[in-house]
T-cell receptor
Framework: QQQVKQSPQSLIVQKGGISIINCAYE??????FPWYQQFPGKGPALLIA?????SEKKEGRFTISFNKSAKQFSLHIMDSQPGDSATYFC?????????????FGKGTHLIIQP | KAGVTQTPRYLIKTRGQQVTLSCSPI?????VSWYQQTPGQGLQFLFE???????NKGNFPGRFSGRQFSNSRSEMNVSTLELGDSALYLC?????????????FGPGTRLTVT
């Protein structure tokens, strides 16, 4: 079965630090890689996404780094804030009409300590 | 624009019963996908509908079914409920236009089977 492996399961970072979450995928047909943020009692919210034709994408304090040859991608949260404390999910899919759904990683529970 | 809405938000059912969940996508979005979220299995793709047709289906038994109406609203049905069906059921909508693959999630329906 197609898989996306996410690490670490949990992460504690001091306020102002950099949070880094990593994901690895197996299916080379994947061509769309989003990251979602989920707070307790809420649905996942799309944070940022990347296509494999670029190696990095930055939106505010959030950056995705993508390594196509290694089949890995990561989320960096710069200047982490207590409000960033949430569960983060990486995902992958094959885009286009008739594409399969998103395949998610197991999630990373991030705690930002003040 | 209003986001994805799901009703009901919470539901308690007894094993053997059936249940129907409802999802209204973001205005203009024609694709609706359903996901199951559990602590053990994480987020798993159930199925996706586009223009009232099921385009893709995940690895779930036939007890899980859905449909989409002409206004893009979607319903998901689970028959003969089992204890293991207790989960957060999430609906996501997407524009599904060329180059646009973002999926936006609703708050979910928390189903408890006793």
């Amino acid at each position: 079965q197609q898989q996306v492996k996410q690490s670490p399961q949990s992460l504690i970072v001091q306020k102002g630090g950099i949070s880094i979450i990593n994901c690895a995928y197996e299916n080379t047909a994947f061509d769309y890689f989003p990251w979602y943020q989920q707070f307790p009692g809420k649905g996942p919210a799309l944070l940022i996404a990347i296509r494999p034709d670029v190696s990095e994408k930055k939106e505010g304090r959030f950056t995705i780094s993508f390594n196509k040859s290694a089949k890995q991608f990561s989320l960096h949260i710069m200047d982490s804030q207590p409000g960033d404390s949430a569960t983060y999910f990486c995902a992958a899919s094959i885009s286009g009409l008739g594409a399969d759904g998103l395949t998610f990683g197991k999630g990373t529970h991030l705690i930002i300590q003040p | 624009k209003a986001g994805v809405t799901q009703t009901p938000r919470y539901l308690i059912k007894t094993r053997g019963q059936q249940v129907t969940l409802s999802c209204s996508p973001i205005s203009g979005h024609r694709s609706v996908s359903w996901y199951q979220q559990t602590p053990g299995q994480g987020l798993q793709f159930l199925f996706e509908y586009f223009s009232e047709t099921q385009r893709n289906k995940g690895n779930f038994p036939g007890r899980f079914s859905g449909r989409q109406f002409s206004n893009s609203r979607s319903e998901m049905n689970v028959s003969t409920l089992e204890l293991g069906d207790s989960a957060l059921y999430l609906c996501a909508s997407s524009l599904t236009l060329q180059g646009t693959y973002e999926q936006y999630f609703g708050p979910g329906t928390r189903l408890t089977v006793t």
